[in-house]
């Protein structure tokens, strides 16, 4: 190998390790790692903002693609252009130059265009451009989900599983169970109720029966209960092997936000998460120990649980509960809220096992005016609380 072949190779390495680094920092910046600078209100990042013009660039930036000029410093002009182009990676100060240095420039987008009435976008994408020495470019696309897990809610209530099961919406005339999104700035609505084929007949008349007991109006709207197939059930829920194979994933997210737990107590301990901060949380108790989410505001995210859970009636909780092997009861008196969704599956839980669904349970019981609501935000906290994963990158 000649030494201008062997100086120029390293050249090319070098530009690649400078749009690693484009790609490393730009995560950093959609994981809420970095603060804001010279950014109108200095906002929140956000999938939208990272594809909004004066939420993702700095003030004054003539730059016509969204690039996080206002959240990282893009701080060298190249020969021609009109505005600072690249970020310095190598070295950062002002000795930097073209011929010797690494620097990145980045550009963000939306892959699939979604309409900002649709809120967040799902997915990113982020080209980053890598510069070393002696002019060597190197370019890296990479595909960035907003969650590390997201669906969508079929219902307020989904129940998953063989017939018959066990399912009883409470005796109150007060309390509540609707598809219809909550939320502030609402979303399309979901169904109320969501069963497999073999159950829906059962869900029907138990709507029926708390709507007609004479509450003024209907408690569960909508009234119709929704019969899963293959278009609106979650891929997870396809089958048992996809529900445990979606279980590993869970576990694995959770364990590396240190939010794996095999009891109740020690995760209730550690806190279930607040409206401003979610959490996702594992609760592995299959076989084990029931888990009991108290009176009161108990927490707000993604909640799976593997074995039994029971909520009391003034329990309130923020976020998507899962309840995948296990039975789910609510007990008691009380006027708590329930926002988001719950699903509960029955099956073997453990990895290992080759059994499919069961008979699932979801049982109210007691009066009160407590409630079961969807709502969209309250789902968007439960996945956002997942974190931000990569589902690809290629040299292009």
Partial sequence: MSATTAVDSTAEMQAYYGAEAGLQQALNVLRGNVASHNVAGTPKMTFRNAVTLD?????????TATRLSGWLVYDYRSPGATYDDRVKVNPTDNTYSPLTGIAFGLTISDPDATPVADGDP????????????????????????????NFTVPAAITVVGTSPMTFALGNSNASGYTGNDTYSTPLAGVSAIAVNSGNQ??????????????????????????????????PFLASADATRLFLVQARDIASGEGRYFT?????????????????TTVIDNFGGNVVTLASGYQGCGLLI???????????????????????????????????GGIIVASLDPRPDATTGFGAPTFSVNGAG????????????????????????????
Avoid at 126 to 140: C, D, E, H, Q, V
Avoid at 202 to 219: E, M, P, R, V, Y
Avoid at 305 to 317: A, M, P, S
Avoid at 369 to 396: L, Q
């Fill in 369 to 396: 005016n407590s409630d079961v609501r969807y709502n969209s935000d309250a789902a968007r906290k439960a996945f956002d609380s997942t974190g931000v994963s990569v589902s690809g990158v290629h040299e292009y």
């Fill in 201 to 234: 007949s059962q869900a029907q008349l138990t709507i029926d029966s708390l709507n007609a007991q004479g509450g003024g109006t209907s408690q569960v709207t909508p009234s119709t209960a929704l019969t899963l197939n293959a278009s609106n059930t979650p």
């Fill in 263 to 279: 009891t109740g107590a020690t995760a209730i301990a550690a806190g279930l998460g607040t409206s401003a901060s979610p959490l």
């Fill in 305 to 339: 649980v593997t074995g039994d859970l029971i909520t009391q009636g003034n329990t309130d909780f923020e976020g998507v509960i899962l309840v995948l092997g296990g039975t789910f009861n609510r007990n008691g008196n009380g006027n708590g809220h329930i926002d």
């Fill in 122 to 149: 799902p997915r990113l994408v982020i080209n980053s451009i890598g510069y070393g020495p002696k002019g060597a470019m190197k370019r890296l696309e990479m595909v960035v989900q907003r969650n590390g897990i």
């Fill in 55 to 63: 939420k993702s660039n700095r003030a004054g930036d003539q730059a």
